[in-house]
């Protein structure tokens, strides 16, 4: 259960960003990169941490998003400009998602926030955060169920905190590096896998 919480925590918390851009188009201003995330997760009284690594080329087109739990490598999602998988290194399955529509991630994107959620007070900006030395827009957004905070620069989501009534859980980046040259091989799945049909 741990190793597939922080994925699908990551999948709800996107969810909320209004903001979604096709796989196709340039998502983000910045050509590559590989941003380090650390999160932590309140299970009752108990405080667990992880770490996502993603990794993006060609303003988005290509994504990799590796989950790792109790430093070890869990979970991959990739995608190659045309499809989304999902990969489950332990078990060594590549599950066949479908067309890349969006990505792995969604575009952090404020100027295209609802009006309404403005208007009503169910979304307001708030003072810029500063994540792995990069200044960043923030917002939070009010929802019945709990509070969400959003944190992003050049279109990539830097930060989001849910603090709802069961969950409360954290994503933060902490390094980012624009330099390194990521290897083509990091957005296909690997080889030797077995490879599945699904539409989670």
Not at 23 to 49: C, F, H, N, P
Not at 63 to 74: P, Q, R, S, W
Not at 96 to 102: I, Q
Not at 108 to 118: I, N, R, W
């Amino acid at each position: 259960m741990v190793a597939r919480l922080a994925p699908v925590l990551v999948l709800a918390c996107a969810s909320l960003l209004p903001s979604r851009l096709g796989a196709q188009e340039r998502k983000y201003d910045v050509k590559s990169g590989i941003i380090t995330y650390e999160t932590s997760t309140l299970e009752g009284r108990v405080q667990i941490a992880g770490r996502i690594i993603l990794y993006f080329d060609q303003y988005g087109r290509l994504e990799c998003k590796d989950t790792y739990v109790n430093g070890m490598l869990k979970e991959s999602v990739l995608c190659d400009g045309k499809t989304v998988y999902t990969v489950w290194h332990e078990k060594r399955i590549v599950f066949k998602r479908g067309p890349a529509s969006y990505g792995t991630e969604v575009r952090f994107d404020t100027e295209t926030l609802p009006a309404g959620e403005k208007s009503e007070g169910h979304i307001k900006m708030l003072p810029p955060m500063t994540l792995a030395g990069i200044t960043c827009v923030a917002f939070e957004r009010i929802t019945p169920a709990g509070v969400v905070t959003f944190a992003g620069a050049d279109h990539i989501l830097m930060y989001c905190e849910r603090i709802l009534k069961e969950e409360n859980w954290v994503m933060k980046a902490v390094s980012v590096d624009e330099k390194s040259v990521i290897p083509a091989s990091k957005f296909v799945p690997p080889a030797g896998y077995a490879e599945r049909e699904t539409h989670f």
